[in-house]
Protein backbone atom coordinates (compact mmCIF):
# COMPACT_ATOMS: atom_id res chain seq x y z
CA UNK A 1 0.00 0.00 0.00
CA UNK A 2 1.47 3.52 -1.12
CA UNK A 3 1.67 6.03 1.59
CA UNK A 4 -1.81 7.91 -0.11
CA UNK A 5 -3.58 6.94 3.01
CA UNK A 6 -1.72 7.54 6.12
CA UNK A 7 -3.40 10.12 8.37
CA UNK A 8 -6.28 10.21 5.86
CA UNK A 9 -9.85 10.20 7.65
CA UNK A 10 -12.00 7.64 5.90
CA UNK A 11 -15.29 6.41 6.25
CA UNK A 12 -16.24 2.79 5.21
CA UNK A 13 -19.94 2.50 5.10
CA UNK A 14 -20.36 -1.71 5.35
CA UNK A 15 -17.33 -1.69 6.76
CA UNK A 16 -18.19 -4.50 8.63
CA UNK A 17 -19.19 -7.13 5.86
CA UNK A 18 -17.40 -9.14 3.98
CA UNK A 19 -15.43 -6.87 1.40
CA UNK A 20 -15.22 -3.75 4.25
CA UNK A 21 -13.47 -5.81 7.08
CA UNK A 22 -10.93 -6.85 4.79
CA UNK A 23 -10.52 -2.84 3.79
CA UNK A 24 -10.81 -1.54 7.05
CA UNK A 25 -7.52 -3.82 7.68
CA UNK A 26 -5.54 -2.34 4.41
CA UNK A 27 -6.76 1.42 5.49
CA UNK A 28 -5.37 0.33 9.03
CA UNK A 29 -2.18 -1.21 7.90
CA UNK A 30 -1.50 1.90 5.60
CA UNK A 31 -1.94 4.39 8.62
CA UNK A 32 -5.64 5.79 7.94
CA UNK A 33 -8.13 6.66 10.66
CA UNK A 34 -10.86 4.68 9.38
CA UNK A 35 -14.74 5.09 10.90
CA UNK A 36 -17.02 2.11 9.61
CA UNK A 37 -20.75 2.64 9.34
CA UNK A 38 -23.21 -0.20 9.47
CA UNK A 39 -26.24 -1.09 10.77
CA UNK A 40 -24.89 -5.10 10.82
CA UNK A 41 -28.40 -6.04 9.08
CA UNK A 42 -24.99 -8.65 7.53
CA UNK A 43 -21.88 -7.58 8.84
CA UNK A 44 -20.76 -8.62 12.17
CA UNK A 45 -19.07 -7.15 14.63
CA UNK A 46 -16.61 -10.13 15.36
CA UNK A 47 -15.38 -9.63 11.78
CA UNK A 48 -13.78 -6.36 13.21
CA UNK A 49 -12.89 -7.30 16.39
CA UNK A 50 -9.06 -7.30 15.60
CA UNK A 51 -9.25 -3.88 14.60
CA UNK A 52 -10.66 -2.91 18.53
CA UNK A 53 -9.03 0.52 19.10
CA UNK A 54 -7.64 0.98 16.79
CA UNK A 55 -10.76 2.21 14.28
CA UNK A 56 -13.91 3.78 15.36
CA UNK A 57 -17.37 1.87 14.63
CA UNK A 58 -20.84 3.72 14.56
CA UNK A 59 -23.99 1.68 14.55
CA UNK A 60 -26.39 3.55 11.97
CA UNK A 61 -28.75 2.98 9.42
CA UNK A 62 -27.95 4.99 6.29
CA UNK A 63 -31.50 4.57 4.98
CA UNK A 64 -32.57 7.09 7.78
CA UNK A 65 -32.35 10.52 6.71
CA UNK A 66 -29.18 12.36 7.48
CA UNK A 67 -27.39 9.73 9.55
CA UNK A 68 -25.01 9.95 6.82
CA UNK A 69 -24.42 13.47 7.44
CA UNK A 70 -23.49 13.41 10.61
CA UNK A 71 -20.97 10.71 10.06
CA UNK A 72 -19.41 12.23 6.92
CA UNK A 73 -18.74 15.50 8.72
CA UNK A 74 -14.96 16.16 8.30
CA UNK A 75 -14.39 13.06 6.16
CA UNK A 76 -11.79 13.34 3.55
CA UNK A 77 -12.65 9.87 1.97
CA UNK A 78 -15.61 8.09 1.38
CA UNK A 79 -15.98 4.32 0.49
CA UNK A 80 -19.49 3.35 -0.16
CA UNK A 81 -19.58 -0.80 0.34
CA UNK A 82 -23.39 -0.62 1.76
CA UNK A 83 -25.85 -2.62 0.15
CA UNK A 84 -28.21 -5.45 0.56
CA UNK A 85 -27.36 -8.77 -2.01
CA UNK A 86 -27.75 -12.41 -1.79
CA UNK A 87 -27.58 -15.41 -3.93
CA UNK A 88 -29.60 -16.35 -6.62
CA UNK A 89 -32.22 -18.28 -4.37
CA UNK A 90 -33.14 -14.85 -3.40
CA UNK A 91 -32.85 -12.08 -5.76
CA UNK A 92 -35.32 -13.38 -8.82
CA UNK A 93 -38.35 -12.72 -6.13
CA UNK A 94 -37.18 -9.95 -4.60
CA UNK A 95 -36.02 -7.12 -7.49
CA UNK A 96 -38.46 -4.07 -6.22
CA UNK A 97 -36.85 -4.66 -2.44
CA UNK A 98 -33.33 -4.68 -3.66
CA UNK A 99 -34.34 -1.85 -6.10
CA UNK A 100 -35.96 0.47 -3.67
CA UNK A 101 -34.26 -0.50 -0.65
CA UNK A 102 -30.59 0.23 -2.38
CA UNK A 103 -31.67 3.28 -4.25
CA UNK A 104 -33.08 4.93 -0.71
CA UNK A 105 -29.75 3.69 0.82
CA UNK A 106 -27.37 5.17 -1.89
CA UNK A 107 -28.86 8.27 -2.10
CA UNK A 108 -28.58 9.05 1.56
CA UNK A 109 -24.60 8.57 0.90
CA UNK A 110 -25.27 10.80 -2.04
CA UNK A 111 -26.56 13.40 -0.32
CA UNK A 112 -24.53 13.30 2.65
CA UNK A 113 -21.39 13.54 0.39
CA UNK A 114 -22.59 16.40 -1.71
CA UNK A 115 -23.61 18.08 1.71
CA UNK A 116 -20.02 16.96 3.44
CA UNK A 117 -17.80 17.50 0.09
CA UNK A 118 -14.93 14.62 1.02
CA UNK A 119 -12.34 14.93 -1.62
CA UNK A 120 -13.00 11.49 -3.20
CA UNK A 121 -15.61 8.89 -2.84
CA UNK A 122 -15.33 5.15 -4.29
CA UNK A 123 -18.53 3.69 -5.23
CA UNK A 124 -19.19 0.29 -5.42
CA UNK A 125 -21.10 -1.19 -8.27
CA UNK A 126 -21.72 -4.56 -9.17
CA UNK A 127 -21.31 -6.70 -12.99
CA UNK A 128 -24.43 -7.11 -12.26
CA UNK A 129 -25.07 -3.96 -14.37
CA UNK A 130 -23.97 -6.06 -17.58
CA UNK A 131 -26.81 -7.15 -19.58
CA UNK A 132 -26.85 -11.11 -20.14
CA UNK A 133 -25.73 -10.57 -23.77
CA UNK A 134 -22.16 -8.67 -22.81
CA UNK A 135 -19.46 -10.14 -24.21
CA UNK A 136 -16.83 -11.82 -22.35
CA UNK A 137 -15.24 -11.51 -20.75
CA UNK A 138 -16.48 -8.16 -20.16
CA UNK A 139 -15.00 -4.75 -21.08
CA UNK A 140 -16.76 -1.71 -19.13
CA UNK A 141 -19.42 -1.48 -20.84
CA UNK A 142 -21.77 2.13 -20.92
CA UNK A 143 -24.05 1.84 -18.19
CA UNK A 144 -27.14 2.42 -19.87
CA UNK A 145 -26.35 -0.66 -22.48
CA UNK A 146 -29.21 -3.40 -22.48
CA UNK A 147 -31.01 -4.13 -19.35
CA UNK A 148 -28.76 -5.36 -16.22
CA UNK A 149 -28.44 -8.80 -15.65
CA UNK A 150 -32.14 -10.34 -15.52
CA UNK A 151 -31.47 -12.66 -12.19
CA UNK A 152 -30.54 -9.51 -10.34
CA UNK A 153 -32.14 -6.78 -12.34
CA UNK A 154 -33.59 -4.17 -9.06
CA UNK A 155 -30.32 -4.37 -7.72
CA UNK A 156 -28.45 -3.90 -11.04
CA UNK A 157 -30.76 -0.42 -11.47
CA UNK A 158 -29.39 0.51 -8.02
CA UNK A 159 -26.21 0.29 -9.19
CA UNK A 160 -26.77 1.95 -12.51
CA UNK A 161 -28.41 4.71 -10.75
CA UNK A 162 -25.66 4.99 -8.29
CA UNK A 163 -22.88 5.00 -10.91
CA UNK A 164 -24.90 7.96 -12.82
CA UNK A 165 -25.81 10.01 -9.38
CA UNK A 166 -22.37 9.71 -8.51
CA UNK A 167 -20.54 11.20 -11.95
CA UNK A 168 -22.81 13.45 -11.45
CA UNK A 169 -22.16 14.69 -8.05
CA UNK A 170 -18.52 15.02 -9.85
CA UNK A 171 -18.94 17.00 -12.22
CA UNK A 172 -21.16 19.56 -9.71
CA UNK A 173 -18.72 19.56 -6.80
CA UNK A 174 -15.58 18.52 -8.39
CA UNK A 175 -15.40 15.31 -5.76
CA UNK A 176 -12.99 12.82 -6.61
CA UNK A 177 -14.99 9.74 -7.94
CA UNK A 178 -13.76 6.33 -8.00
CA UNK A 179 -16.24 3.45 -9.94
CA UNK A 180 -15.68 0.20 -8.91
CA UNK A 181 -17.88 -2.81 -10.79
CA UNK A 182 -16.60 -5.84 -8.97
CA UNK A 183 -17.43 -9.05 -10.57
CA UNK A 184 -17.84 -11.96 -7.46
CA UNK A 185 -16.10 -12.21 -4.09
CA UNK A 186 -15.96 -14.98 -1.12
CA UNK A 187 -13.77 -15.25 2.12
CA UNK A 188 -13.74 -17.07 5.30
CA UNK A 189 -15.19 -13.77 7.11
CA UNK A 190 -18.59 -14.86 5.31
CA UNK A 191 -21.97 -14.47 7.00
CA UNK A 192 -23.97 -17.74 6.67
CA UNK A 193 -27.65 -16.50 5.22
CA UNK A 194 -28.77 -19.83 5.04
CA UNK A 195 -30.58 -20.69 2.08
CA UNK A 196 -30.12 -17.70 0.70
CA UNK A 197 -26.48 -17.47 0.52
CA UNK A 198 -23.94 -16.95 -1.97
CA UNK A 199 -22.50 -19.99 -4.48
CA UNK A 200 -19.14 -20.81 -2.84
CA UNK A 201 -19.90 -20.45 1.16
CA UNK A 202 -23.32 -22.66 -0.03
CA UNK A 203 -21.80 -25.75 -2.05
CA UNK A 204 -18.82 -25.74 0.48
CA UNK A 205 -21.55 -26.04 3.82
CA UNK A 206 -23.42 -28.51 1.50
CA UNK A 207 -20.71 -30.35 0.53
CA UNK A 208 -18.85 -30.71 4.15
CA UNK A 209 -22.67 -31.30 5.63
CA UNK A 210 -22.48 -34.62 3.66
CA UNK A 211 -25.20 -34.20 1.28
CA UNK A 212 -25.33 -37.25 -0.97
CA UNK A 213 -26.45 -36.76 -3.63
CA UNK A 214 -25.38 -32.89 -4.28
CA UNK A 215 -28.33 -31.28 -6.78
CA UNK A 216 -26.41 -28.04 -7.99
CA UNK A 217 -28.63 -25.49 -9.46
CA UNK A 218 -28.48 -25.22 -13.23
CA UNK A 219 -26.33 -26.84 -15.38
CA UNK A 220 -23.23 -27.15 -14.20
CA UNK A 221 -21.53 -25.24 -16.87
CA UNK A 222 -22.15 -21.78 -15.36
CA UNK A 223 -18.87 -20.04 -15.37
CA UNK A 224 -17.57 -17.55 -12.80
CA UNK A 225 -14.66 -15.23 -12.21
CA UNK A 226 -14.10 -15.31 -7.84
CA UNK A 227 -11.40 -13.23 -6.28
CA UNK A 228 -10.89 -12.95 -3.12
CA UNK A 229 -12.03 -10.30 -0.98
CA UNK A 230 -8.61 -9.08 0.21
CA UNK A 231 -7.98 -8.86 -3.49
CA UNK A 232 -11.03 -6.89 -4.64
CA UNK A 233 -10.35 -4.74 -1.45
CA UNK A 234 -6.82 -3.45 -2.58
CA UNK A 235 -8.39 -3.07 -6.16
CA UNK A 236 -11.24 -0.82 -4.26
CA UNK A 237 -8.62 1.28 -2.69
CA UNK A 238 -6.01 1.51 -5.80
CA UNK A 239 -8.61 2.72 -8.37
CA UNK A 240 -9.66 5.02 -5.56
CA UNK A 241 -6.32 6.36 -5.10
CA UNK A 242 -4.91 6.42 -9.05
CA UNK A 243 -8.45 6.51 -11.34
CA UNK A 244 -11.16 8.72 -8.95
CA UNK A 245 -12.51 9.63 -12.90
CA UNK A 246 -16.07 9.28 -12.65
CA UNK A 247 -15.08 6.27 -15.07
CA UNK A 248 -15.86 2.69 -14.26
CA UNK A 249 -13.06 -0.13 -13.66
CA UNK A 250 -13.90 -3.50 -13.35
CA UNK A 251 -12.80 -5.48 -10.35
CA UNK A 252 -12.39 -9.01 -11.54
CA UNK A 253 -10.40 -11.13 -14.44
CA UNK A 254 -10.68 -12.79 -17.32
CA UNK A 255 -10.12 -16.64 -15.93
CA UNK A 256 -13.40 -18.68 -15.24
CA UNK A 257 -14.13 -22.05 -13.56
CA UNK A 258 -17.46 -23.82 -14.16
CA UNK A 259 -19.59 -24.15 -11.22
CA UNK A 260 -19.18 -28.07 -11.89
CA UNK A 261 -15.44 -27.77 -11.72
CA UNK A 262 -15.84 -25.98 -8.58
CA UNK A 263 -17.97 -28.28 -6.95
CA UNK A 264 -15.32 -30.81 -7.86
CA UNK A 265 -12.40 -28.34 -6.49
CA UNK A 266 -14.44 -28.13 -3.24
CA UNK A 267 -14.66 -32.46 -2.87
CA UNK A 268 -11.32 -32.77 -4.08
CA UNK A 269 -10.44 -30.85 -1.02
CA UNK A 270 -12.84 -31.30 1.45
CA UNK A 271 -12.42 -35.00 0.58
CA UNK A 272 -15.92 -35.72 0.63
CA UNK A 273 -16.82 -37.27 -2.90
CA UNK A 274 -21.21 -37.13 -2.91
CA UNK A 275 -22.83 -37.67 -6.51
CA UNK A 276 -22.89 -34.21 -8.63
CA UNK A 277 -26.98 -34.11 -10.00
CA UNK A 278 -27.36 -31.10 -12.07
CA UNK A 279 -31.14 -29.56 -11.74
CA UNK A 280 -31.65 -27.21 -14.81
CA UNK A 281 -35.23 -26.38 -13.54
CA UNK A 282 -33.31 -24.19 -10.87
CA UNK A 283 -31.97 -20.41 -11.70
CA UNK A 284 -28.41 -20.34 -13.18
CA UNK A 285 -27.92 -16.50 -13.64
CA UNK A 286 -25.59 -15.44 -16.60
CA UNK A 287 -23.73 -18.09 -18.35
CA UNK A 288 -20.28 -16.92 -18.34
CA UNK A 289 -19.64 -13.96 -16.28
CA UNK A 290 -15.81 -13.17 -16.63
CA UNK A 291 -14.35 -9.30 -16.32
CA UNK A 292 -11.69 -7.35 -18.78
CA UNK A 293 -8.90 -6.96 -16.77
CA UNK A 294 -7.23 -4.49 -18.63
CA UNK A 295 -8.40 -1.03 -17.57
CA UNK A 296 -8.26 -2.43 -14.06
CA UNK A 297 -4.22 -3.22 -14.50
CA UNK A 298 -3.94 -0.11 -16.29
CA UNK A 299 -5.01 2.23 -13.72
CA UNK A 300 -3.64 0.59 -10.86
CA UNK A 301 -0.40 -0.26 -12.43
CA UNK A 302 -1.01 -3.69 -13.06
CA UNK A 303 -2.71 -4.79 -9.50
CA UNK A 304 -2.77 -8.92 -9.83
CA UNK A 305 -4.99 -11.19 -7.40
CA UNK A 306 -2.78 -12.64 -4.40
CA UNK A 307 -4.53 -15.43 -3.71
CA UNK A 308 -5.58 -18.44 -5.32
CA UNK A 309 -8.79 -19.92 -5.64
CA UNK A 310 -7.54 -23.06 -4.42
CA UNK A 311 -5.81 -21.10 -1.54
CA UNK A 312 -9.31 -19.56 -0.74
CA UNK A 313 -11.03 -22.61 -0.98
CA UNK A 314 -9.19 -24.08 1.79
CA UNK A 315 -9.97 -20.89 3.36
CA UNK A 316 -13.50 -21.67 2.99
CA UNK A 317 -13.31 -25.31 4.50
CA UNK A 318 -12.33 -23.82 7.87
CA UNK A 319 -14.60 -21.24 7.00
CA UNK A 320 -17.17 -24.22 7.75
CA UNK A 321 -15.71 -25.94 10.77
CA UNK A 322 -15.36 -22.79 12.37
CA UNK A 323 -18.99 -22.04 12.11
CA UNK A 324 -20.35 -25.51 11.80
CA UNK A 325 -18.14 -27.60 13.72
CA UNK A 326 -21.15 -29.27 15.20
CA UNK A 327 -22.57 -30.69 12.46
CA UNK A 328 -19.04 -31.90 10.93
N1 LIG B 1 -19.42 -9.78 -2.66
C1 LIG B 1 -19.54 -9.77 -3.99
O1 LIG B 1 -19.34 -10.77 -4.68
C2 LIG B 1 -19.93 -8.49 -4.68
C3 LIG B 1 -20.07 -8.48 -6.08
C4 LIG B 1 -20.42 -7.30 -6.71
C5 LIG B 1 -20.61 -6.15 -5.98
N2 LIG B 1 -20.47 -6.19 -4.64
C6 LIG B 1 -20.67 -4.96 -3.88
O2 LIG B 1 -19.54 -4.76 -3.06
C7 LIG B 1 -19.94 -4.11 -1.84
C8 LIG B 1 -19.46 -4.93 -0.66
O3 LIG B 1 -20.00 -6.24 -0.78
P1 LIG B 1 -19.94 -7.27 0.41
O4 LIG B 1 -19.92 -8.62 -0.21
O5 LIG B 1 -18.91 -6.88 1.39
O6 LIG B 1 -21.38 -7.06 1.04
P2 LIG B 1 -21.88 -7.37 2.55
O7 LIG B 1 -23.34 -7.62 2.45
O8 LIG B 1 -21.02 -8.39 3.18
O9 LIG B 1 -21.62 -5.98 3.25
C9 LIG B 1 -22.51 -4.91 3.15
C10 LIG B 1 -22.51 -4.22 4.49
O10 LIG B 1 -23.45 -3.14 4.43
C11 LIG B 1 -24.16 -3.11 5.66
N3 LIG B 1 -25.43 -2.43 5.42
C12 LIG B 1 -26.47 -2.87 4.67
N4 LIG B 1 -27.48 -1.99 4.74
C13 LIG B 1 -27.06 -0.96 5.51
C14 LIG B 1 -27.68 0.25 5.96
N5 LIG B 1 -28.92 0.57 5.60
N6 LIG B 1 -26.97 1.08 6.75
C15 LIG B 1 -25.69 0.76 7.13
N7 LIG B 1 -25.07 -0.39 6.74
C16 LIG B 1 -25.76 -1.23 5.95
C17 LIG B 1 -24.31 -4.57 6.04
O11 LIG B 1 -24.58 -4.77 7.42
C18 LIG B 1 -22.96 -5.13 5.63
O12 LIG B 1 -22.02 -5.04 6.68
C19 LIG B 1 -21.45 -3.97 -1.91
O13 LIG B 1 -21.77 -2.68 -2.37
C20 LIG B 1 -21.86 -5.00 -2.96
O14 LIG B 1 -23.06 -4.62 -3.60
C21 LIG B 1 -20.13 -7.32 -3.96
Known amino acids: MSHFWSGRNVVVTGGAGLVGSHLCDLLVHAGAKVLVIDDFS ?11 GKIRIQEGDLCQPNIAESFF ?7 HLASRAYGIAYSPNHHDEMLTFNRTLNKRVLEACAQCKPERICVVSSSCVYP ?6 TPELPVMTGEPEKANIGYGWAKR ?15 GVAIVRPFNAYSGRYKWEGGYSHVIPMLIKRILDGEDPLVVWGSGNQTRNFLHAIDFARCFLAVTEHHAAADPVNVGYEETIRIADLAALICELSGHHPHLVFDTSKPEGRMIKSADSTKLRR ?3 GIQPTISLREGIREMIDWYYRNFSHSA
Open 73 to 79: AGQEIVI
Open 299 to 301: VTH
Open 132 to 137: DDAPSP
Open 42 to 52: KGTRSSLKHLE
Open 161 to 175: ELEMEASQLAVKTGI
